[in-house]
T-cell receptor
């Protein structure tokens, strides 16, 4: 059974810092990996989707990498801003488009 | 701006009552997913529909939960009878077959007392 782990569970950093969020998964037989953002009381917003044949994806200040062989993905956020404060979830996509989620990293950016 | 909509956004009910949650997928999307989010378990897939047909509901407690898609614009998740352990946020997501990105609704926060 696929298990997805995110470390750390919570992270607090001052504004302007670059930071890395980690995601690991136990079964490398995945189709894709997706990073989401969740604001309190809200749904999930897709940030980046990395296909299994890709090594990384970039969108603005966000860069996500994928290493299937080691079962790891990282989300790099450059020049963090208070508006980046949210919970970040990674999910691996297996057969039939099924998402298996990690527990998330709660990120706080302090002004 | 195409979005997944869910109703109600909040529901408080007493144990034993029937609860029905509704989801309107993005127009043209042909896959619909129901997820449940709790502090303890995180986000879990409950059921998955493709072209209105249920493909996988292995994550759903069969004795009390049921999921249907009466038409392409409406998906429902029903709990009967509800129990306090069903308290959670229930999300609906939609997408297209063969396209892995899923679009999530705002969720229904259910509290069973």
């Amino acid at each position: 059974k696929q298990e997805v782990t995110q470390i750390p569970a919570a992270l607090s950093v001052p504004e302007g810092e670059n930071l890395v969020l980690n995601c690991s998964f136990t079964d490398s037989a995945i189709y894709n990996l997706q990073w989401f953002r969740q604001d309190p009381g809200k749904g999930l917003t897709s940030l980046l989707l990395i296909q299994s044949s890709q090594r990384e994806q970039t969108s603005g200040r966000l860069n996500a990498s994928l290493d299937k062989s080691s079962g790891r993905s990282t989300l790099y956020i450059a020049a963090s801003q208070p508006g980046d404060s949210a919970t970040y979830l990674c999910a691996v996509i297996q057969g039939a488009q099924k998402l298996v989620f990690g527990q998330g990293t709660r990120l706080t950016i302090n002004p | 701006d195409a979005r997944v909509t869910q109703t109600p956004r909040h529901k408080v009910t007493e144990m034993g009552q029937e609860v029905t949650m509704r989801c309107q997928p993005i127009l043209g999307h042909n896959t619909v997913f129901w997820y449940r989010q709790t502090m303890m378990q995180g986000l879990e897939l409950l059921a998955y529909f493709r072209n209105r047909a249920p493909l996988d509901d292995s994550g759903m407690p069969k004795d009390r939960f049921s999921a249907e898609m009466p038409d392409a614009t409406l998906a429902t998740l029903k709990i009967q009878p509800s129990e306090p352990r069903d308290s959670a946020v229930y999300f609906c997501a939609s997408g297209l077959v063969g396209v892995y990105e899923q679009y999530f609704g705002p969720g229904t926060r259910l509290t069973v007392t």
